[in-house]
């Protein structure tokens, strides 16, 4: 039978709750059970897709089309599995599921509320990730415990103690134990007011993890355990962590794992947890020092969580080649400015990243040209791929004024398009290309070289693509077409031979990296990066 955990937070929001759970999930599965995790996000947009990265930071993208919560990323990362979109259901998607089945006339004759019928479709979606294969689901709360919007949610986990069985659910919560600077003391009141209004929608958490900027002490412990009513062994200290990735070790230290198995009964089945793969990794990242400097220049800037997935994946490619990444957040609006100063000079490398609008296009073209002529490695991210082919056209392959629809629909050369069969349907959503799609690579270019095979799949998530009628003039003039759609239609990757690296991608492999296996576009581009930060840079060929 599957268990679950719910994982909810108080006092405040952003104190890591996505963290903790997937650290639990990786000690989980390194003690042998088969995990998942899930998210339940209280927003009422039926999925992600339609937020701006602002707001919530990027939208994961998961091999079966899902748009979702950054935080699946996290889950990812940590667990080491492929999740699915049914890891994640919003308010809205959960009252559009009610709806639609009132419309059909499911419950004839009924009043349909919140309790039940919402509190029911929350406990479906739960449900759905219980199966045979799975031992443990774990599922985020999104949102601080307090909250309007969080009511059914918690309503629903309640309940479902009671359906599924004691020893089958546990329930920790999340809170911030303050260090307050002229009493010099860490401070326990927010935690027992929050754990006392998770207690007011009648849930008694079963583990209280308490992140801190200095452990908890003894004492401290005991005094949590006395006015939270847990036992002292279920209060944890989340001291913050060097890096996301020893998290893990932070917990396993504080015995979080032993006891949830303890709770939940999975005797016999789970010996010790065998860290000795990760405990190498966080080993690694630690010795991991020589520095390289990426800039990402994008729009989301200010919102760093708006590009995640792709600092965590120079991240773990810089963990593989004994670098430490430092990355340069770039407005790519202020491009024009930056390039007269200079200061674009000192990266090692730039990333031009995905996003979606008219804004800071060009700003993104210069960066690619800067870094095509100046020999910079230079790795573009869907959207980045488009402007690199843009910034080609019309500066090698004399396409003057080439653009993309997004930037001018009425270019004379719209080298960047929708393909012919999206140009009439309507629905935003029904345009776009979503999910895992195969490539086949060009046997010997970077690309090939770089995934060391010649099909390969990756998550997309956009509508325009590499116009196929310019793709003879722009290889004509040198860009090479590294990687297509297996019909050859759709151009998925391209190259600069003779560049150190200048790479664009239609795809986002940004999503598939994992810390202990970093993803091998990632890896090779920021092993270029750091061959320019040594000085080993070749010159550049006639490009
Ligand atoms: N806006 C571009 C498109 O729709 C790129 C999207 C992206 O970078 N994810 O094709």
């Not at 860490?186 to 958490?205: A, F, N, Y």
Request: with cysteine.
């Amino acid at each position: 039978m599957t268990k679950h955990i719910f994982v909810t937070g108080g006092v405040t929001s952003s104190l890591g709750k996505g963290l903790t759970a997937s650290a639990l999930g990786r000690l989980l599965k390194s003690r042998g059970l088969r995990v998942t995790m899930q998210k339940l996000d209280p927003y009422l947009n039926v999925d992600p897709g339609t937020l701006n990265p602002i707001e919530h930071g990027e939208v994961f993208v998961t091999d079966d089309t899902g748009e979702t919560d950054l935080d699946l990323g996290h889950y990812e990362r940590f667990i080491d599995e492929n999740l699915t979109r049914d890891s994640n259901a919003t308010t809205g998607s959960i009252y559009s599921s009610v709806i639609a089945k009132e419309r059909r006339g499911d419950f004839l004759g009924k009043t349909v509320q919140v309790i039940p019928h919402i509190t029911n479709e929350i406990k479906d979606r739960i449900l759905r990730l219980a199966s045979e294969d799975i031992d443990v689901v774990i599922t985020e709360v999104g949102g601080t415990v307090g909250d309007i919007e969080i009511l059914p949610f918690l309503e629903a986990i309640r309940q479902f103690r009671n359906d599924v069985g004691r020893d089958n659910v546990c329930y920790i919560h999340l809170t911030l134990v303050p260090y307050i600077g002229p009493s010099g003391e860490q401070k326990t009141k927010p935690t027992q007011h929050s754990v006392t209004d998770l207690r007011s929608r009648g849930i008694q958490p079963d583990i209280i993890v308490c992140r801190s900027a200095a452990p908890l002490t003894e004492g401290l412990k005991r005094k949590i355990s006395n006015l939270c009513d847990v036992p002292l062994e279920a209060v944890v200290s989340a001291v913050d962590a060097r890096n996301i990735y020893a998290i893990p070790l932070v917990l396993h230290d504080e015995g979080l794992d032993s006891y949830v198995c303890q709770l939940l009964r999975f005797d016999g089945a789970e010996h010790e947890a065998d860290l000795t793969d990760w405990q190498r990794l966080v080993a690694r990242i630690d010795a991991a020092t020589k520095p390289v400097k990426i800039g990402v220049v994008g729009k989301y800037v200010d919102l760093p969580d708006a590009y995640l997935s792709v600092a965590e994946a120079l991240r773990h490619a810089g963990f593989h080649n004994d670098a430490r990444v430092e990355i340069d957040w770039i407005h790519a609006e202020e491009i024009g400015g930056l390039l007269a100063e200079g200061r674009l000079r000192d990266l090692d490398g730039i990333v031009i990243p995905g996003g979606f609008g008219e804004r800071a296009l060009e700003g993104k073209i210069a960066a690619a040209g800067f870094a095509r002529e100046q020999a910079i490695p230079c790795l573009g991210l869907c959207l980045g791929l488009q402007m690199m082919v843009v910034e080609y056209a019309r500066n090698v392959a004399g396409l003057d004024g080439a653009s993309s629809r997004e930037l001018n629909p009425n270019s004379p050369h719209l080298v960047v398009d929708l393909m012919d069969e999206q140009r009439d349907v309507v629905d935003m959503g029904g345009t776009m290309r979503l999910g895992l799609y195969p490539a086949r690579l060009l046997p010997g270019s970077i690309v090939e070289k770089a995934y060391g095979d010649e099909l390969v799949y990756e998550r997309h998530r956009h509508r325009l693509e590499v116009n196929p009628k310019y793709r003879h003039r722009l290889e004509e003039t040198g860009l090479l077409c590294s990687g297509t759609s297996p019909d050859d239609r759709l151009v998925e990757f391209i190259e600069l031979p003779g560049h150190p690296f200048w790479v664009g991608t239609q795809a986002h492999p940004e999503f598939r990296s994992r810390p202990d296996r970093p993803h091998p576009l990632f890896y090779e581009f920021v092993g270029a990066a750091l061959d320019r930060a040594e000085g080993r840079n070749p010159p550049l060929l006639d490009v």
